[in-house]
């Protein structure tokens, strides 16, 4: 009787009437398979930037309840279109808003998180026949008020509908055709990776791969959800977001980041005593900036540097804070660099291989590349460099590790 | 502790993100005098038609249920954006879709009939000290799927918020500032009417006076809800809709309306035998096409012409329907006219006042005005006259019959 799949398409799939009817065929040919089939779709196009900016011509500071009211309008546009477009391909079809199939959040607006799915109408609408059209990135709180899952949350419902229905695999359907060794804008003869485990993929969605967000790969993880990352526009197959399994750690590396979004920024000669880096990052933490990768190093004469990187876009911010922390703690001052990258390389297999790290040092030194940053997990090492390295990094790298090679099966 | 207030305002008084915060600003005024309120709005300027382009982009036979859940989006954008200009404001408010305040309604999608109405959560935000802002045109139905109330529905939503909530009056804001005497477009002297009744009302809406639809009339006089029609632009009262009294019988003629959006369909010669008038409208009922005046006169030789206007854009297929008839019953054929206008006197005192049907014939036999077709009712005369004398018609009859002055109190 076929497999239970969850399909999802972002914006830029349904952007119009047209990409509706052809997400439609797309759809109609996997339920002719003989598969149940729940789809979710984002808002068309640039639909949500453009409810934003009503919002913004009404207030500078509306109430997070009330812009989720609005932007949870986006994607229910799509979910009707999209089931009569199936219907008028003869294919019996139903949408649901994320309220109408339980979709249970928290009540922190616009960036709600599940709590759980009753999906009573799904099952109810699957078993009918039909396929079920469900608006991603909305749900309700306990009393019934709309919410908003935040950046990445079509993805997040497609995971969590799959999880709660027990889908045999969520397809998210985007505008590149999977998961590669490296950017082929970059690099040219970067590989599309038939699999990745679900921690590799964390690593890259953090480390600046924008397939998927990092959320949607912890709650797929977290319910082991098979995530298939394939193109709306090509047949072919993508890459499966799956369990580690024993072949995945004979590779040692399997793919390689860049993330030139960041900022570093570094307090100088800060006295070296207890509490100061409770100080420094808790002063950020209360202004909502997230740091990224930390270094501190004691020097000879008792006082320390500390570095760290963050979102470009936090870096004038993050300054303001850190020139009066700076002052209390008797700093020497702090200074800021936008013009650096981020080069990570992840795989799992680096967990049972050694001498990972001392090659992506040596392959930088050979281009000479200085390292400003190195911070390293237990399937991921990241070097911060200077900006206009990066390209050439990611390329010395792919190829130091030959990942344009197919891994032998 | 002042009044319980609905009011109601329509897409073009919150067209932009500056209308909706002058709406907000005229809703805070209410507000400030103590008064508890609660908002209907519909959806921004030209949404509606805007989310209709869509669809018809889609498929030319949508699903009616889709359709709801596209339209209602248009409602709920205006609900969250006018919710936050008032908070920016400093007056706490609340948004609520139709599905929230349980506005529960039949099945039939795009035109679905208020079963009952909850209103639970307005109770609620209320007694919290909340404006209310709630989505109009939409509900669901017992099941919880979206519904919307067709042409006028949001009218409809506020004056049945206010029966359900007993509210003291529902304030209609539109682009006109109330019920006049004639279309002041047409006749200069035209008086703004302090009060009509519900049944003037009612055939006044019927009878071409676009300011209130028939339907939520019905609904304010069947729950004795006192409407009042006034501008979204001035601050001045405009015409209260209300249960009649004494006092308006004293007025024989309150009003003149004038219809230019219909034809008249004629088949000739028809036999004189029973069973006639049923296959001739018959057949239009089966094609949902509604007559309005119908005339039927028996001619000296044993037949008949049947006469009746329709809304000009069901003349073609009214007129494909009875060719097919007049062939079956043996009628001579059958003639349209679309230069026709219906003008139409309207007043409770017409009940107790003789004469009045002869004054209009009088008056119009002064201006050489030949008269095609006549309806009376209890409470008006209507007249078929050629299109060209329309507004000479409804001149000569607002002066013939003094509307133009203020009436004795």
């Not at 477009?85 to 922190?108: E, H, I, K, N, Y």
Request: proline letters at 4%.
């Amino acid at each position: 009787m076929g497999q239970l799949i969850v399909q999802k398409y972002g914006g830029s799939s349904v952007a119009d009437p047209e990409k509706i009817k052809s997400v439609a065929r797309r759809v109609a040919e996997s339920a002719a398979k003989g598969h149940r089939m729940v789809v979710v779709v984002s808002a068309m196009g640039k639909t949500t930037d453009a409810l934003v900016a009503l919002v913004d011509a009404v207030t500078p500071a509306p109430d997070p309840r009330e812009v989720d009211m609005v932007l949870a309008t986006g994607e229910q546009v799509t979910i009707g279109l999209l089931a009569m477009a199936l219907q008028a391909m003869g294919r019996p079809a139903c949408s649901f808003t994320g309220p109408q199939v339980g979709m249970v959040t928290d009540g922190v607006h616009t960036r709600a998180r599940i709590r759980h799915i009753t999906a009573e109408r799904i099952h109810a609408a699957l078993d009918a026949g039909k396929i079920v059209v469900v608006a991603g990135f909305q749900g309700m709180t306990e009393s019934g008020d709309v919410t908003t899952l935040g950046r990445g949350g079509s993805d997040l419902t497609g995971v969590a509908l799959a999880a709660a229905l027990k889908a045999d695999v969520c397809e998210i359907f985007t505008d590149v055709d999977g998961v590669y060794t490296a950017d082929p804008n970059v690099v040219p003869e970067a590989r599309k990776l038939a699999r990745v485990s679900y921690d590799e993929m964390l690593e890259m969605a953090a480390l600046g791969a924008k397939v998927l967000q990092a959320r949607s790969v912890e709650f797929a993880k977290k319910f082991a959800v098979p995530v298939h990352v394939r193109s709306t526009f090509k047949p072919d197959p993508g890459t499966l977001v799956t369990r580690e399994d024993h072949s995945m750690e004979d590779v040692v590396v399997t793919g390689i980041t860049h993330d030139r979004g960041q900022a570093k920024l570094s307090i100088l000669r800060v006295p070296d005593r207890p509490g100061i880096a409770s100080l420094v990052f808790g002063g950020l933490a209360k202004q909502n900036i997230v740091v990224d990768m930390i270094v501190q190093n004691i020097g000879r004469d008792g006082s320390t540097d500390i570095s760290f990187t963050l979102p470009r876009g936090d870096r004038q911010r993050a300054e303001t804070v850190l020139a009066a922390v700076a002052k209390e703690i008797g700093a020497d001052g702090v200074a800021a660099d936008d013009r650096i990258a981020k080069v990570s390389i992840v795989g799992v297999g680096m967990r049972s291989h050694s001498g990972v790290a001392a090659r992506v040092f040596s392959t930088l030194s050979k281009e000479n590349i200085n390292i400003q940053m190195i911070s390293t997990s237990e399937i991921a090492v990241s070097c911060v460099i200077e900006d206009k390295y990066a390209e050439l990094a990611v390329r010395a790298l792919h190829d130091a590790f030959e990942l344009g090679k197919e891994p032998a099966a």
